[in-house]
C-alpha cells in the first residue's frame, strides 16, 4: 500500500509538471506577459507556486520538509549568491577576452532587459524596473526551485534512488526550457536547425544546472544555496549585466552562461564526491 502510494505522488509530480507545462506555453504564446509593461512571464510561475502549495496540502508535506527552512536561509541564499559571483566573474572575463580576440573590443553595461536567446533590445534603469527584475526573478527561482528541486527530488526519490531522481527531476527541468527556442522559431528570429540545436543545448544546459542544484540541496538538506545561485544566473549574469561589443549586446551571452555553468557544476560536483567518499 505504501508503495503505491509513493508510485501516485510520482504520477501526481508527472501531472504537476504537464499542467504547469501547459500554462507555460499559453503564456508565452498568447499571453505574452514579457512584451507587456510587465516585461516578464511570470504568471505560470506564480501559478506554480500555487500549485505546489495545494500539492504540499495534499501529500501532506510542509515547506520545510521541501527544503525551504527558515533557519540558515540568509547565510545559504549568500553563499549562493557568492558561487554565482565567482563563476560568473570568470565567464565574463572570457567573454570579453574572445570579443577583444575577434577585435571587437566590449565593455560592461548595466540595465534591465528581458531574456532573449537572440538579444536584448530595451534598455531600463529605472529603479522601479530593477525592483520589478528581482521581485519576478525571485518568484521565478522560488517556483522552479520548489518543484524541481523541491517537490520532485523528494517524491522521486521514495521510489527511486536520489541520484536517480535528482536525474529525472533535471530532465524535466530541462525540457521545461524549450519552450523559449520554439516561440524564437515561430516568431522567425531563429531558423529550424537552429531550434533543434538549441532545444538540445537548452535541455542539456538546464539539466545540468538542474543537477548542480539538486546537488546543492542534497548536501546542504535546503534550498538555499541553490535558490542563491539560480537568483545570480537569472537577474545580474542574464538580466541586469550586459556586455556591449561593437556590433550588439550580449552576442556571446549563451558562451557566458554555460562556462559559469560548467565551472560551477564542476565545482559542486567534486564537493559532492568528497563529501560522500568521507
Known sequence: ????????????????????????????????????????????????????????????LTWSDIGFQKSGSISGILKGLLLGGVCFAFS???????LALQDNPAQFEFYISSFSLTGSQVKNTDFV??????????????????????????????????????FIAAFLFGVWHIVMPIRNYINGDMS?????????????????????????????????????????NNTIATNMLHVISLTGADELQIIRIMAAQIISFAFVLVVYCSKTEK
Open 92 to 98: 565574463y572575463g572570457l567573454e570579453l577576452a574572445i
Open 129 to 166: 524596473f530593477i525592483g520589478l527584475c528581482v521581485l519576478f526573478n525571485i518568484i521565478n527561482v522560488w517556483m522552479e526551485e520548489g518543484v524541481f528541486r523541491g517537490l520532485f527530488i523528494k517524491v522521486f526519490s521514495g521510489t527511486s534512488p536520489f541520484m536517480k531522481a535528482n
Open 192 to 232: 529550424f536547425t537552429g531550434m533543434i540545436l538549441m532545444g538540445i543545448g537548452y535541455i542539456a544546459l538546464s539539466g545540468v544546472m538542474g543537477i548542480k542544484w539538486g546537488l546543492l540541496a542534497h548536501m546542504t538538506g535546503n534550498m538555499w544555496v541553490g535558490l542563491g545561485d539560480h537568483l545570480f
Open 1 to 60: 500500500m505504501e508503495r503505491n502510494a509513493k508510485y501516485k505522488s510520482n504520477n501526481l509530480c508527472i501531472a504537476i509538471f504537464i499542467f504547469c507545462s501547459s500554462v507555460r506555453v499559453v503564456e508565452y504564446f498568447l499571453i505574452k506577459t514579457d512584451t507587456t509593461v510587465i516585461g516578464e512571464n511570470v504568471l505560470h510561475k506564480v501559478i506554480g507556486i500555487i500549485v505546489l502549495a495545494l500539492a504540499l496540502k495534499y501529500l501532506n
